[in-house]
C-alpha cells in the first residue's frame, strides 16, 4: 500500500486496487471518537479528495483502534458547550461535512467492527455501504437521547430516510444498541460477515457497486404533511406512557421535528442542527451528562489491575444467587453453583437459558452459555474456583458456617465475597483466619436491569482483594460502586428512606394506589410499596430488622403482619398489591394534588436524609458517588442528576429548615454537618 499524507488522528493508504483507506486511530484517547480535531483532519482530506475523485476507485474508512469503530462525539467537548450559537455552527459544519461525503461520486464503505455509535453511526449512514463484523462486541446505536440531545450529524434526518419513519423513529428514541444481524435485517448495515473477511468484503463492494439501499414509496407517503401529523400524534402518545416531555425533551424534539419538515427535504437538516443547539442548554441535558460522566467514574474503579475471573463459585441458588449465576454465565465465565435444593439449582439452569437466549440470540452461544453452569450440590467446585461468592439468606450463623467451609477448601489466592445486604463484613469476618481475603460484592435485583454492583471494603479487607473485587464487577458488564462496610451500605440505606416514609403514609391510613403515585411523581421507576412487593415483603422485613434492631418500627410491624399471613409481594400473589398471574393488578385511582405533593416531599426527605447521613458516615466520600449510587442502584430519575444534584437547584434556606424538621433538629445543626457542606 502507498501511504499518503501525514495526520495526527487518520492514516491514508492507497492499495493497489485504486482504493483509499481511511484509517481512525484517535491520538491518547482509549476509543475513537469524533472531536473537533478528528473532523477537522477528515475535512482536509475530503476536500482533496474532491479536486479529483477519479484518482480513487473507492474509499473504505475504518478503525486502526480495535475493537471498537467509533464510540461517538466526544463527550467532553459536548458537555463544555456553553455559546449555543457557537454549538450549531459547528453542527451544520459537520453536517456539510458527512453531506460531501455522501455525494462522492465513488462509492464510500463503512467497514465496523466493534462499537459504532452515536457520531460514528452517523458517519456510517453518509457512507454508501456500511458492513459490520458479526463480532459480539459489534454494537450499532444512536443513544444521544440517553445525554439530553438527538442525532445533530444528520443520523435522525438519514435513519428515517434509510429505515423508513416506524422503523427509524425507534431506532432514535430507544437510543439503544444493536448487534450487526439486528441491523442487517433493520436495513442498516449492507451485509455482516466474520472479522477476517470484513476488508475483503470492503473491496468487493467497491468494485462490484452493488445498488446503493435507499428508503422505499413508503416513506415518501408518509413524509406527506397531513401524515406526518396523524402519525406524530401516535409517536407521542407511545411516549407519554414511557416519558414526560417536560423531564426528557429529546425524544419529543425528534418527533416534533419530524412532523415540521419531514425527513426528505434538505431542510431537515437545519432543523436537527437547531434542535440540539436549544437542547444542549436545557438542564435535562446538563444532568444526564453528568450522569454519563458519573457512570465513566464507576467504570474507572478496579481498572489498576489486569486480575481476571475465569471461574467463580457461588453458594445459594435462591432468586438472587441463581440470577448472579446466570449472569456471569451468559458473560464468559465458568460457574459453579451450591446449593442442598437440586429443585433450586434446576431453576436456576432455567434462568440462565432464558437470560442467554434473550442477550445471546444465536444458539450456539446460548448452549455455550448453559453449559458453563454447573450444578454443583456438594461445593466441590470451591477448590478450584478464582471468587467464591456466598448469597444465602441473612443469617450470620448460616454465613459464619459457609465461610468455614469456603475457607478450608479454596485455593490460597481466590478471593472471597458475600452478597450481603445488611449484615456488616467485620461481623462475618470473625470466623475467618485471613479476614482481609473478604470482600462484599453487593448485586441489586433484578440482577440482569440494575448495572450497579457494591463493593464493600471491610475494615479487614486488604487493598489487592478490593481492586480484583471492582476488576470482576468490571469484566461481568456492571458498574462498581466502593462503599464502607456500614448497614445497608449506600443504597439500601437511602432506599431504606424511601421505605421508612411510605410505611409512615400508611400508618395515616393513607391509601397504597396514593404513596406509590407520589413516589412515580418524584420520578422513581416504582412506588414504595410496589419495589416492597418485587423484592419480596420478607426479605424487606429481614434487611429492616437487621438494620433497625429490635426497635418495633410502624414498617417492621406492617411488614411481619403480611408476612405471618404469607403475603409475600409478587412471589405469593399477594402482597401489598394483588397479582393475577404475575402481573400486577392496579385499582384506578384520582389522588387529591396537594396529597400526592405532599407524600412526594416526604418520599423526597426520607432518601435525602439517608444520603446526608451516608455522607457524614463517610459510607462513601463524594456526592458524586451518592448520586451514581441512588441512580445507577436505586432507580432515582436519571433527568435530575442524583438526589444531591437535585437538591442543590432548591432554595437552600427552605431545604434546610425543612430537614431539620425532618430531623427534630435546629437549622444551625443540619447547616454544620460536613455532609451539608459538602453539598453546597
Sequence with gaps: MEAKAKYKNWSLQEDENKILWLELNCANEEVNVLSFAVLQELEAIIADIQVDPSRYSGIVIISGKEPDFIAGADVKEIAAVSDMNEAVTHIRKTQILFSQIEALPIPVVAAINGF?????????????????????????????????????????????RLLGVFQGMSFILEGRNIDALHAKKLGLVDDVMPLRELRRAAIYYIQHKPKVKKGSWIN????????????????????????????????????????????????????????????????????????????????????????????????????????????????????TLQDPSLKALGSAVSRTYELAKKRLKQKHLIQAAVDRLCPDPNGDGIAYADLILEAAVEKLDLKHEIFKQIEAHARADAIFATNTSSLRLADIATVLAQPQRLVGIHFFNPVSYMPLVEVVKGKQSDKTTIAYAAAFVRQIKKLPLPVEDAPGFLVNQILGGYFAEAFKALATGESVGVIDAAGRRLGMPMGPLELADQVGLDVCLDVSEHLMGNDATAAQTLLREKVDKGELGRKTQKGFYRYSRGKLVREKITPDPEKLAKWERQLFLGMLNRALLCLDESVVNSVDLVDAGVIFGAGFPPFQGGILQYARTMDKQNLAKELAEYRNTSVQAVEATSAWKLLW
Design 116 to 160: 459504532c455509535l452515536g457520531g460514528g453511526t452517523e458517519l456510517a449512514l453518509a457512507c454508501h455501504y456500511r458492513l459490520a463484523s458479526d463480532e459480539r462486541h459489534t454494537q450499532i446505536g444512536l443513544p444521544e437521547v440517553k445525554i439530553g440531545i438527538h442525532p445533530g450529524f444528520g443520523g435522525s434526518v438519514r435513519s428515517l
Design 220 to 335: 415518501r407517503v408518509t413524509d406527506i404533511s397531513f401524515v406526518r401529523n396523524l402519525l406524530g400524534v401516535l409517536f407521542k402518545k407511545k411516549l407519554a406512557a414511557k416519558i414526560k416531555s417536560e423531564q426528557y425533551p429529546a425524544p419529543y424534539a425528534v418527533i416534533d421535528n419530524w412532523i415540521n419538515v419531514g425527513s426528505l427535504e434538505e431542510k431537515a437538516f437545519a432543523t436537527e442542527a437547531e434542535s440540539v443547539g436549544k437542547l444542549l442548554s436545557t438542564p435535562t441535558c446538563k444532568n444526564l451528562l453528568r450522569v454519563f460522566f458519573l457512570q465513566g467514574k464507576l467504570k474507572a474503579s478496579g481498572k489498576e489491575t489486569d486480575f481476571k475471573v475465569r471461574h467463580i463459585h457461588i453458594i445459594g441458588s435462591g432468586v438472587m444467587g441463581g440470577d448472579i449465576a446466570a449472569w456471569c454465565a451468559v458473560h464468559g465465565l465458568r460457574v
